[in-house]
């Protein structure tokens, strides 16, 4: 499929947006540009989507998203989104905030797992982009009231009657932690190193689908406009750009530099100058990296109360807990299997849960005839799933605190709906022997499956230091040696399984993956995702998907888009594209002595900046 980045194919959709070309004519110049048929389709029904003027909620005034998903999509009026200030106010109805009785002191936050990077346009775990969240900052952000798009270094932004064009007005205040005023040049710097054809940012595809242009009208005004009307362009485009400091980067080449940067490894603290609320302290690797308040940050309301904030890696799970449990630390995740016992036996824990927009999976190599020839088949990865008892795995391996995946779409997802899912993977162990039969893999007398004097048997990465996998991985190796299949589970620091996803080094990998609340899953399963430029580290391609995605990114009505979504869910389901083994909570543990955090579903520490803790006696 003929890629929606280039040149050619946005100038053939911008003509048929605004009907420039008729649609025949369209057709014609897009089949001689070597586009598929599906492309083809897609832009078509695109268009049609585009035609949709009138769109429920659409009307001056309204708030940025109504519903998770929703960009405001023009009607002929200037539609302005809510202001920062209104934001706020309704993070402050949502949660019961305390003054505080003390400034000061420091908050340490234990993870298993190291960050990837410092650097904003880079990252692509959760850990990263929770530090680098608290030094650098975007346009917008995610609500966390309910997951919508928000003002951030924006203080409000404009989309124009024609409905595609966004105007962010950036708050006149804001600077880099140097000193340096932050403008609209500095955004355009960013959008640049995100879609140079050489970056290595996983945002680039994303973005690229959605996005025609981009410029800075003054220096505190930045203007983008989207192909069409799409309904989740603020998401895929503004949504994914962290923002930095031209001065300091504009320098190094737009390629793999960026990843060993001095700036992005943490090595040189005077190349990590963000606008964030705190400042880069120091970093060691797979040990601790450290933030402090940031005094001058230019949103005086939301400077940070304590003096530090520290992010602890310790590899063993067991150990982070115990540090949590004996006031060494003072947020950690905890254990599905210890979740119980903590919250009845630690009386100066806050324990809560929650549900969550992620899940956890295993991916395989499907175009690797060679290395994973196995994976290849459909009715295979379909037997994969069927062998395991995933019920059993969601109540025993997370005690309660997840559900077996049916479908792709994890709970907080506006499109999750379980009871729409065509083929239900509940756990059966005679079809997943009747399909490898079928398939050809016969049970040799090892009791491992072979096919063609290939043996089915493969190695299996997984993240080490995660407690949960200390069950899990063996009862997976186990379901699967019941029906023939040989899985080895090799233990690797995550990023050591990131760098094997990026490069393709790998049969199959078991780790988690958290959306954002739009309900798009393109940035997975398209095929132009494959990583570094996204998420796909399966190499899965499907036509019809591929057609779909752009379809539900330019879908106005929420419903629609929404049945949109299911079908996309369908088809990955039923190919078994990735084998998603259950949507699950977060638990999440913190001392009593810190007050005003508030982790949930839309955010695990974006309430460290309003944090106080009690006086050390």
Same mark, same amino acid.
């Given at each position: ?79 302005? #989104?809510? %202001? ?5 106010? %309704? ?16 908050? =340490? ?7 990837? %990077?410092?650097?904003? =346009? ?52 804001? #600077? ?6 932050? $403008?609209?040049? *500095? ?12 970056? !290595? ?97 230019? *949103?005086?309301?939301? !400077? ?48 809560? *849960? ?8 295993? $991916? ?13 088949? =459909? ?88 407690? $949960? ?33 990026? #490069? ?36 899965? #391609? ?73 006086? $050390?006696?």
């Amino acid at each position: 499929m003929t890629s929606l980045r280039s040149e050619t194919t946005r100038e053939l959709l911008r003509n048929l947006y605004h009907a420039r070309i008729s649609r025949r004519e369209f057709g014609r110049q897009a089949a001689a540009a070597g586009l598929s048929a599906a492309t083809i389709a897609a832009a078509l029904n695109i268009a049609s989507a585009g035609a949709q003027d009138a769109t429920p909620g659409a009307t001056p005034g309204a708030t940025p998203a109504g519903t998770p998903g929703a960009t405001p999509i023009g009607s002929g009026e200037v539609v302005r #989104s809510i %202001t920062r200030d209104e934001y706020w106010a %309704t993070v402050q109805a949502g949660f019961p905030f305390e003054e505080p009785a003390n400034t000061g002191g420091q908050i =340490i936050y234990g993870e298993t797992t190291d960050i990837g %990077t410092l650097n904003p =346009i880079l990252v692509d775990d959760v850990y990263s982009g929770r530090i680098s969240g608290f030094i650098y900052e975007y346009l917008v952000g995610s609500s966390v009231v309910d997951g919508t798009m928000v003002p951030a270094l924006a203080d409000y932004w404009e989309l124009g009657a024609d409905g595609v064009t966004y105007t962010f007005y950036i708050n006149q205040n804001a #600077s880099w932690t140097d000193g340096t005023p932050l $403008t609209a040049n *500095d955004v355009v710097f960013s959008f640049d190193a995100t879609m140079a054809e050489t970056s !290595i940012s996983p945002r680039r595809s994303s973005v690229a689908l959605v996005m025609d242009s981009y410029r800075a009208i003054d220096e505190k005004t930045f203007e983008i406009t989207s192909l069409g009307p799409i309904a989740v362009f603020l998401e895929n485009s503004v949504g994914l750009v962290g923002i930095v400091p031209q001065h300091l980067w504009q320098d190094v080449p737009f390629d793999e530099s960026w990843g060993t940067d001095p700036g992005s490894t943490g090595a040189d603290p005077a190349r990590v100058i963000g606008s964030g609320p705190f400042l880069f302290q120091e970093r060691v690797e797979n040990s601790y990296v450290t933030l402090v308040r940031n005094d001058n940050y230019w *949103d005086p309301t939301a !400077i940070p109360v304590i003096d530090m904030f520290t992010f602890q890696v310790t590899p063993e799970a067991s150990a982070n807990v115990q540090a949590l449990q004996t006031g060494q630390i003072d947020i950690a995740g905890i254990p599905f299997a210890q979740a119980v016992q903590i919250r009845d036996s630690s009386p100066d824990l806050n324990v809560v *849960d929650y549900p969550t927009a992620s899940f956890n999976y295993y $991916t395989c190599r499907v175009d690797d005839t060679e290395r994973s020839p196995f994976f290849t088949e =459909i009715p295979v990865r379909q037997a994969l799933l069927y062998a395991l008892d995933r019920d059993l795995i969601a109540e025993s391996v997370y005690q309660g605190f997840a559900e077996r995946a049916d479908g792709t779409q994890p709970t907080l997802s506006p499109a999750y709906a379980p009871d729409r899912i065509n083929t239900i993977y509940a756990y059966d162990p005679d079809m997943a022997n009747q399909l490898l039969d079928g398939a050809g893999w016969v049970l040799g007398d090892d009791g491992v499956r072979a096919k063609d004097g290939v043996r089915f048997s493969f190695e299996c990465l997984f993240s080490e230091g995660v407690a $949960t996998y200390e069950q899990q991985i063996p009862a997976m190796q186990q379901y699967w040696a019941d029906v023939g299949i040989e899985m080895l589970p090799v233990a690797v620091p995550f990023q050591t399984l990131s760098e094997a996803a990026d #490069s393709g080094d790998l049969q199959m990998c078991v780790w988690g993956f958290s959306w954002g609340f739009d309900g798009g899953q393109g940035d997975m399963f398209r095929t132009d995702a494959v990583r570094p430029n996204g998420f796909n580290t399966m190499r899965y #391609s499907n036509a019809r998907y591929d057609e779909l995605d752009l379809m539900q990114q330019r879908e106005l009505d929420p419903e629609a888009r929404v049945e949109i979504l299911i079908e996309q869910s369908n088809i990955v389901n039923d190919e078994q594209a990735a084998g998603i083994i259950v949507f699950r909570s977060e638990i999440v543990g913190s001392q009593r002595r810190v007050h005003n955090y508030f982790p949930n579903g839309y955010g695990y520490v974006w309430s460290i900046p309003y944090a106080w803790v009690d006086a $050390t006696e």
